[in-house]
């Protein structure tokens, strides 16, 4: 019985655990989670799905041993018991996203937002974007490595450096991975972070209110210019102007400018030639659509963030389909992972076929031999596949397990496979009696429980259990 000292526990718990996990993964994993009892030093923790308990006791399981000592230092270990009954009864859990707000986004350090005169405040706030979780391949090697050189010594040989390819590529990505290794090395520098179109309305708003030497100064003080898609200069003869000479501005006080594109300085038409020449006099590098491989190494490092466990058929499928860009990647993982949360679906190739159509992503075809491709589903698993593999595993015969005898060989087999029947395919206890030989639902009943006390004691039987459990295909294993 989960008690409100119990939750109590589990809150001061979680209060520990969610200071050393990212967001999304505590959310994920944390959800629907609750202490079920307590046996002097054996705390029993409830997890809502079969798929958590080979997560939990891979990568959180010390984790939470840590913190329940912390809270209870006469606590010695942990069991996990997976209660499918756990989701969103807010009687035996916590509401995470209530104890748990998200917190307001971390804000640049106040020294760069002083340094740049008022009314224009530095925008590197996406701190998400790193160079280092930025997967390098053969489509993108060059403008890493030129981002990684201007961020180690700016202002230095590669300036201005020019970015350009096409949309989702990761062009932004690098503009501002790049500005946070620089006020990471450079704490104090003012570093501007801007797009062309807020570039373009704050020329048009100085205009209108004759602040243009205002608008000047500002611009010409950082130490750091990163303008993102200049592309939407064309055209913008005013705009341009004002660029131009900021621009030289800049270049002569050595200090870095960053400038992205969707297509190389030549070929950006409606651009006055003088800053086209402007824009070819440093470093250009081209970022393109991710090969195969680098689909699959971005895959597993975006899934790793937000907690997602992706077996490797839909890794594979994925990145072979999805083709065009990173952020159609991000995209149909997204899908992925709000579907998991809101309805527990744990990705197969199937229902990532349906998001990429969702997304009007179809695609090519899915061919035939694909369909064996599919990862298992726990919704697939029959009870049959259960006893099958019960009996492959104890070497008793299907007949037997089934059957009267009530020898101990025969007899916990029996109740372990009742026990996952009943807490992992959800079958009725009356269904369950019916088919070992039309038991009564009672003596069912009775087996279960019976399993689910002595898996708390006995270690082994945990153990047990849960190979039975990866064996069948309840637990997606990595
Ligand atoms: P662009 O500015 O070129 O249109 P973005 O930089 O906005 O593209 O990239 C789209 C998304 O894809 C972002 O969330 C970014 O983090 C991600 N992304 C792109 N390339 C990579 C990469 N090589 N490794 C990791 N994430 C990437
Ligand atoms: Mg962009």
Redesign the pocket.
Known sequence: MTTALNLDLWLGVLQIIEQKLQRGQFITWFKDTTVLGREEATVVIGLPLPMFLNWHLEHYRSMTLEALREVDPTIEQIVYQVDTGLKDDHARTLRLLEHFPEKKPRKVPNKSEVRIAEGLTSKMANS??TLD?????PN?RLAHAACSAVASDPGGKYNPLFLY???????????QATGNAILKTLPNAAILYTTTEEFTNQVIEAIQHQKMEQFRRRYREVDVFIL??VQFLANKERTQEELFHTFNTLIEDRKQIII?SDRPPKELSGLQDRLVSRFERGMIAD?SE?DYE?RHA?LS??SKEYGLLLDQKVIDYIAQYATR???Q??GILMQAVAQYELEHCVPTVKSIAEIMRKLGDEPARLQEDEVGFIAPSPHAISFQDVLEEVSRYYSISVPDILGQSRVREVLVPRHIAMYIGKTHLRMSYVNLGESFSHRDHTTVMHAVRKITSKMIEDPQLMREIRTLEKEVGLVTQR
Not at 133 to 137: A, I, M, P, T
Request: hydrophobic content about 35%; glycine content about 16%; cysteine-free.
């Open positions: 998400r974007y979780n930025f997967v390098v391949g993108n390819g096409g949309v989702g590529l990761g062009k932004t990505h690098l503009l993102d898609d992205s970022v991710p680098t971005i490092e975006k860009s990173v952020r990647l991000e």
